[in-house]
C-alpha cells in the first residue's frame, strides 16, 4: 500500500480503529501500524478481528470484538478498552452498516443498527474520550461519513440520516472539544470495493453499475484511498484541520 509517511511517524502513539475487521477500517489500522502506532482494533466478528490484528505490523495491537449499539453501551465499553491501553492519541471510528429501504417500509429496529453502529456509537465515544486523561492533548478524533451524507437516492434515508448527523455532530463536537486541544473531523467517502460495497450492488445489473461508477470521476475507490486519508485526519500533519468534512470520493459530488 502507498505509504508517504515515515515507517516510524507514529512511533509511541496509540489509535482505536472501529470497523476493523473489514474494507476500510481494516484497510486504516493496517496503515497506522505501518507507521509504527499501537493499534487497538474494533468488529464484532472475532475471526476477522483477529485475521486484521496478524496482518498488521509491529508489536502490541490488541483485539477488542464487540457490537457497538448504543451511545451509554459504547461509552462504558470504551471506558474498559482505556483501562487497558491507557489516553488515546485518536480513533478511527469506521464501524457502520448499510440499508437500502424505501422510507415506508424502515422498522424502529433498523433504524436502531444503521443509528446505533454509526451515530449512537459516535456519541458514546465523544463521551468516554471527555474524560479526564482519555486522550492525549493533540488527539484526533475522525468518524466516518458518505458522500450519501449530502446527496439522495432512493432507498438511503436512514443511512442518509445517520451520515448527516456525522457531519453536524462533528462540526460542534469541533468546538467543545478544542478546549481539551483535541480535533474532530469526518470523511465523506465515495463508493469504496468492500463487503459493504458488494452487497450494496450485487443486486444490481452490470449496466446499472457501470454508470455508478461512471458516476464518479475516477471509478470507485479502494479502502487505501480513505485509508491515506484518515491516516492524515489522524496525524498530527492535521494539526491545524479541526471541524471539517473531508471528501473523499472519485469526483463523485463535483457533478
Ligand atoms: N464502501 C463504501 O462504498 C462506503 C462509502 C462511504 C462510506 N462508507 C462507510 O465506511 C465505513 C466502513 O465501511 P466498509 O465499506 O469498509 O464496510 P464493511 O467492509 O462492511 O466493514 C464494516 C465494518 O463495520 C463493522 N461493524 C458494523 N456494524 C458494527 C457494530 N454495530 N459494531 C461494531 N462494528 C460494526 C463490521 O464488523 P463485522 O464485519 O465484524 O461485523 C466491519 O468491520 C462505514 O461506516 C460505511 O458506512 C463506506
Known sequence: MLNIFKSDALQGRTYLVTGASSGIGKATAVLLSECGARVLINGRDESRLNETLAQLSGAGHLAFAAPLETSDQTNDWLKSVLDTSGPLDGVFHCAGIELIRPARMIKQAQLNDVLGSSLFAAFGIARALSSKNAMVDGGSL???????????????????????????MVRSLACELSAKKIRVNSIAAGAVHTAMHDRLT?????????AYEQSHLLGFGEPQDVAQAALYLLSPASSWVTGTTMVVDGGYMVR
Open 142 to 168: 475522525v468518524f466516518m461519513s458518505s458522500v450519501a451524507g449530502s446527496t439522495g437516492q432512493v432507498g438511503m434515508s436512514a443511512y442518509s440520516a445517520a451520515k448527516a448527523a456525522i457531519d453536524g
Open 202 to 210: 450485487k443486486g444490481s445489473g452490470d449496466d446499472a453499475t457501470t
